[in-house]
């Protein structure tokens, strides 16, 4: 099998997209779209968070998996420019893990829930050899204004918020047995406690700044292939442009590479998104104090380009995580 | 640990209940309600179908595997009058079942759509060694008549649709690896190959005729307990009455009691409700074919009571399925 993508593929076939009253948008994007009244469409999403997977037991405090279990769910929502309302909670556990680590797991699920404002509204308990996480989120945006994956032109700009590859290196800090030194340890939080960027998704479909737009939850080289191969166009990124994370020189001496980290780290949950260049001008440089960066353009041949500062461009492939081939 | 009981009470303490707009009916049922619009209330639940607990690999068809995942989901819908629309699929696969099986798996996923007209919106695709399956489905009712586990008051009459103890009949017969031979394979259908009460479901919300439903997903024993915790009543069941599913002679000699798989016997997924009186003329013996037998009521105190012919009643204790104590 090659990969979530042909998994996916699959799925589609045996499960035919149908044009249906009441569904905008269904499988294949960050969420679907359900349009039960003429005001507001709902968007939903559901997310797996599993153990060996997405985290850990011996590496990540319960409180963490909690919280990161709902981000990623919420950052879908985040990408379609919804608003959140609700969740669902689907969740197996060991024998092992029903006691103070569930209730630290349910800490840091609480604690994501109402930083970003989700009620939760069902689920289903059961019991499983390594824990089993699934979140259903549900949210809603104006009727007609979630942001889509598809929809990006050639010369429009691409840019990103935030910073890329901090999640990466706090990940690459845990796994190499460094992330208890007291001067790293700030280094991990955007790994263990990732901000999502729900106002910005917000206010971009809201004033109808982006043509499309997806989160970097698998890694910029591979969500911007999502991007640009549900638009059937191309992007050229540029290498100078792209705003890494700083990564302490000791760590770089140990072969950590801020632009490895960037290009194909995974968990940003920062926003990667298109906008018209006649908007240049409606775009900050930064929103409510998250940096907004230009990093390169939408290009009509369907590829995706690195430039360098010599004016050199080499071919980008999707490198980023994906369940069926990455390690936790 | 309690049981899954006191896993939901812990989860229902970490994120207690609030009242926001556009939510009808939160977690404890089974299933949600969301009121985004006058007309129509979304109903939205989620079930995990995990390897280990809900089916066998070596013992379960993948096609039966995909079929009864939906169907437990949508038996929720049923058991709240809902029509199905949308439905969220998580998987994660180990890597022997991403090929034939996976294809069979998805064939009767796909079956189970069609039958109960429910439309894949999205979804998450992941690794894992054992098969995990959560879905999440969502349906929609006349606003404000979604059928709830509480409102059954003392003197009500309780009904339950079909035959129960069927599906366990089949369970059993796989379990003891007789479910090869011809003369039982047809006594493996219910268990494989449930049916869903969703017009009747329908049809008792649509007429408001039921004071309360739930479907019998983890026996009779236990779904009643739920049904009249949630009333804040008790319950006196008929033995007399009660719609056992027919056992051959040779397998009652093998040890397997009728009376028992009707009580303690899960994924019947029958339609158990709760009837005012006054109202009792307008319930059928059938509809659509499917039997409906009144087989107790509604009494103040809050216990289970199953009585004889004789007119002595014995206390009945929950004994269904429940994930943390049962095997598949």
């Not at 690459?172 to 047995?177: K, Q």
């Not at 995974?266 to 018209?276: I, R």
């Given at each position: 099998?090659?990969?979530?993508?042909?998994?996916?593929?699959?799925?589609?076939?045996?499960?035919?997209?149908?044009?249906?009253?009441?569904?905008?948008?269904?499988?294949?994007?960050?969420?679907?779209?359900?349009?039960?009244?003429?005001?507001?469409?709902?968007?939903?999403?559901?997310?797996?968070?599993?153990?060996?997977?997405?985290?850990?037991?011996?590496?990540?405090?319960?409180?963490?998996?909690?919280?990161?279990?709902?981000?990623?769910?919420?950052?879908?929502?985040a990408?379609?420019?919804?608003?959140?309302?609700?969740?669902?909670?689907?969740?197996?556990?060991?024998?092992?893990?029903?006691?103070?680590?569930?209730?630290?797991?349910?800490?840091?699920?609480?604690?994501?829930?109402?930083?970003?404002?989700?009620?939760?509204?069902?689920?289903?308990?059961?019991?499983?050899?390594?824990?089993?996480?699934?979140?259903?989120?549900?949210?809603?945006?104006?009727?007609?204004?979630?942001?889509?994956?598809?929809?990006?032109?050639?010369?429009?700009l691409?840019y990103v918020s935030g910073r890329l590859?901090a999640?990466?290196?706090?990940?690459?800090?845990?796994?190499?047995?460094?992330?208890?030194?007291?001067?790293?340890?700030?280094?991990?939080?955007?790994?263990?406690?990732?901000p999502i960027r729900l106002a910005l998704g917000q206010w971009l479909?809201?004033r109808?700044l982006a043509?499309?737009?997806?989160?970097?939850?698998?890694?910029?080289?591979?969500?911007?292939?999502?991007?640009?191969?549900?638009?059937?166009?191309?992007?050229?990124?540029?290498?100078?442009r792209l705003p890494l994370a700083?990564?302490?020189?000791?760590?770089?001496?140990?072969?950590?590479?801020?632009?490895?980290?960037?290009?194909?780290?995974?968990?940003d949950?920062e926003l990667l998104f298109?906008v018209?260049?006649?908007?240049r001008p409606a775009i900050p440089r930064s929103y409510r104090g998250v940096p907004l960066t230009c990093i390169?353009?939408?290009?009509?041949?369907?590829?995706?380009?690195?430039?360098?500062?010599?004016?050199?461009?080499?071919?980008?492939?999707?490198?980023?995580?994906?369940?069926?081939?990455?390690?936790?």
């Amino acid at each position: 099998m090659d990969g979530e993508k042909d998994l996916i593929a699959r799925i589609r076939r045996a499960l035919p997209a149908r044009r249906v009253p009441g569904l905008v948008l269904g499988i294949g994007d960050d969420a679907a779209v359900l349009r039960p009244n003429r005001a507001v469409d709902w968007v939903i999403s559901c997310d797996a968070f599993l153990e060996g997977v997405h985290f850990l037991a011996a590496t990540h405090p319960p409180e963490t998996v909690g919280y990161r279990a709902l981000a990623r769910a919420s950052s879908d929502l985040a990408a379609m420019g919804a608003y959140p309302r609700f969740f669902l909670l689907t969740l197996a556990l060991p024998p092992g893990r029903v006691g103070r680590w569930l209730d630290r797991f349910l800490h840091g699920l609480a604690r994501a829930a109402k930083r970003f404002g989700l009620v939760l509204v069902g689920g289903d308990t059961s019991r499983q050899p390594r824990v089993v996480i699934s979140i259903t989120v549900l949210g809603e945006v104006p009727a007609g204004r979630a942001l889509r994956r598809a929809g990006a032109r050639p010369g429009d700009l691409l840019y990103v918020s935030g910073r890329l590859g901090a999640a990466a290196l706090g990940l690459e800090l845990l796994r190499r047995g460094l992330g208890r030194r007291r001067r790293f340890r700030r280094l991990l939080r955007p790994h263990l406690d990732p901000p999502i960027r729900l106002a910005l998704g917000q206010w971009l479909a809201r004033r109808r700044l982006a043509s499309a737009m997806i989160d970097t939850s698998d890694g910029l080289s591979t969500d911007l292939t999502h991007l640009v191969e549900a638009g059937g166009v191309g992007a050229r990124l540029e290498r100078s442009r792209l705003p890494l994370a700083a990564v302490p020189r000791e760590l770089v001496a140990l072969g950590i590479d801020p632009l490895e980290l960037a290009i194909n780290g995974g968990e940003d949950y920062e926003l990667l998104f298109t906008v018209p260049r006649r908007l240049r001008p409606a775009i900050p440089r930064s929103y409510r104090g998250v940096p907004l960066t230009c990093i390169g353009e939408i290009i009509p041949e369907k590829k995706l380009l690195l430039g360098d500062s010599a004016g050199r461009a080499r071919i980008l492939r999707a490198g980023g995580w994906d369940p069926f081939r990455s390690r936790p």
